[in-house]
Nanobody, 121 residues
């Protein structure tokens, strides 16, 4: 099985930055990504990345502000979040897909426990 553990969440003011990290119990050799869920809203895909750290995918709402990267040797994925907005407040989940297309959110099947990100004015 794949176990994913997120870290790096916290509270920041609007315009600030956070860097999330996710450690996987083993290499997925395929896709890793980040999802988020705000209270009363559905879980949504935020970013995804391929096994070779070449192709990345982003939700329109975070393009230009968030950057996903992956260390395949260490089975770690990161999400650098800049220019954070109030709307970014959510629980962020690390995710993995063992097969499929990394830009298709439904292909992600494994999830971490989540880390809270709160953005205030």
């Amino acid at each position: 099985q794949v176990q994913l553990v997120e870290s790096g969440g916290g509270s920041v003011q609007a315009g600030g930055s956070l860097r999330l990290s996710c450690a996987a119990s083993r290499s997925t050799s395929h896709c890793m990504g980040w999802f988020r869920q705000a209270p009363g809203k559905e879980r949504e895909g935020v970013a995804g990345i391929d096994a070779y750290d070449v192709y990345s995918y982003y939700a329109d709402s975070v393009k230009g502000r968030f950057t996903i990267s992956r260390d395949t040797d260490n089975n770690t994925v990161y999400l650098q979040m800049n220019s954070l907005q109030l709307e970014d407040t959510a629980t962020y989940y690390c995710a993995a897909a063992l097969a499929g297309y990394c830009g298709r959110w439904s292909d992600y099947k494994y999830w971490g426990q989540g880390t809270q990100v709160t953005v205030s004015s």
